[in-house]
């Protein structure tokens, strides 16, 4: 956490490695009273909700992450790339703690397909995080993401080369007609909405949710669509407007996902259902 940079991932091998989570004002180990067995080696979800609750608790801005105590030596040599990043910004791990602050970095659901990397599109395969390949379920599993897209992509590959000689022609693609379209003289426009999507996505569809501030997401994103849509229409494409587009969906299949829901799992956690099923209920959605 450092408000003059760009953030970076600090991994989860920190923790796995012996890393402590304190809170600053205190100065304790805090994971004592939210899973006092596992501590920091808790599922992901368990400590995210810990760290949140601490940060709103005591009014912080982070928590501290310490691994100092281990040797330097050590340090250094299972997290170089992180130890000399940390140094860029004025900080030492071997003998400081680590400001820390939960983070969304991978989408647990997306395209459902099989074990081949089929999707229910003749001919569209997929693989790695845009998927749901049943690997991880409700919870990802650590330092699987990479491994995921490779071990989903030679079975997609091999799937493709199997059938390759059999494989009608693709249809023919039309000319991309702009004539009817002209240069944005509001590019701020796409910022802006960028900036009002990560706020309301974090504040509402966060690391604990309720059915209302579900309901607000939702509404918020009716009404960005319409928005976008207007302005994908009257002016012409950039990559900065298609991703933009792509992150309102991504966006809307979350929160009506969350919302079919009526349990906590995993990442998932509301308080308007606190308990867990005994039986997995899927939520998959169809267009």
């Known amino acids: ?3 003059e940079v760009k953030n970076f991932l600090i991994t989860e091998a920190v923790r796995g490695e012996g890393g402590r989570l304190i809170n600053p004002s205190t100065g ?19 400590v995210a909700r810990a760290i949140d609750a601490e940060i709103k608790r005591y009014g912080l801005d982070y928590v501290h992450l310490d691994i100092s105590h ?8 299972h997290f170089p790339n992180i130890h000399e990043k940390l140094l860029t910004v004025g900080i030492d ?18 395209i459902v397909i099989d074990e081949h990397g089929k999707t229910d599109l003749p001919g569209l395969y997929a693989a790695g995080e845009c998927t749901e390949s049943g690997l991880h379920g409700a919870n ?9 897209c490779f071990v989903f992509g030679e079975a997609a590959a091999d799937s493709i080369a199997a059938a390759w000689d059999s494989l009608p022609p693709p249809p023919p693609i039309r000319p991309w007609d702009e004539s009817r379209v002209t240069d944005s003289d509001e590019e701020v426009v796409i910022k802006q909405t960028w900036t009002e999507i990560r706020r309301f996505m974090w504040n509402y569809v966060g690391i604990v949710r309720t059915t209302k501030r579900l309901e607000r997401a939702k509404h918020r994103i009716e009404l960005l ?18 991703e933009l587009r792509n992150l309102l969906q991504t966006a809307e299949l979350i929160v009506r996902s ?15 259902y606190p ?10 959605l169809v267009p």
């Open 1 to 3: 956490y450092n408000l």
């Open 28 to 46: 304790k180990r805090f994971m004592t009273y939210y899973d006092p067995a596992r501590m920091e080696l808790a599922p992901r979800d368990i």
């Open 70 to 77: 281990m040797p330097p030596e050590f340090i250094r040599h």
């Open 93 to 110: 791990m071997t003998t400081q703690p680590i400001p820390v602050v939960p983070a969304q970095h991978y989408t647990c659901g997306g």
């Open 140 to 148: 990802r599993l650590a330092s699987n993401s990479l491994l995921e």
């Open 225 to 242: 669509n319409d928005e976008v849509a207007e302005y994908y229409q009257h002016f012409r494409v950039t990559p900065d407007l298609i």
């Open 258 to 272: 969350a919302l079919h829901r009526h349990e906590s799992r995993g990442l998932h956690f509301t308080l308007d």
């Open 275 to 284: 308990e867990t099923l005994p039986e997995a209920v899927d939520t998959v």
